[in-house]
């Protein structure tokens, strides 16, 4: 059993900056590909970023030069920093990883709960 606990959401102006976390907990053995998506209301949910097992990384378009990926192996979690942030930023931001566990053969899919990101003056 794995679980993602994400942090670091809130309310914040245009302009602003947020740094989002989630942290993964179990018999955790190791990540493959970590990353962010967001879903506004109304809307479907979209990529973000996502960053692989070697640190390669990979953005949506809207948030190209505004956010940052990274990973902390060692901590178990992915990170989202994100600057410069818009009200079209709005959304529930979720992370996804592929972790496997002790226990298990073959990475699988995990879901944050999600954390909400409001950017408004």
């Known amino acids: 059993q794995v679980q993602l606990v994400e942090s670091g959401g809130g309310l914040v102006q245009p302009g602003g900056s947020l740094r989002l976390s989630c942290a993964a907990s179990?018999?955790?053995?190791?990540?493959?590909?970590m990353g962010w998506y967001r879903q506004a209301t109304g809307k479907e949910r979209e990529l973000v970023a996502i960053i692989t097992s070697t640190g390669s990384t990979n953005y949506g378009d809207s948030v190209k030069g505004r956010f940052t990926i990274s990973r902390d192996n060692a901590k178990n979690t992915v990170y989202l920093q994100m600057n410069s942030l818009k009200p079209e930023d709005t959304a529930v931001y979720y992370c996804?990883?592929?972790?496997?566990?002790?226990?298990?053969?073959?990475?699988?899919?995990?879901w944050g709960q999600g954390t909400l990101v409001t950017v408004s003056s």
């Open positions: 179990g018999n955790i053995f190791g990540f493959n590909t």
């Open positions: 996804k990883v592929y972790v496997m566990t002790t226990t298990t053969a073959r990475y699988f899919e995990v």
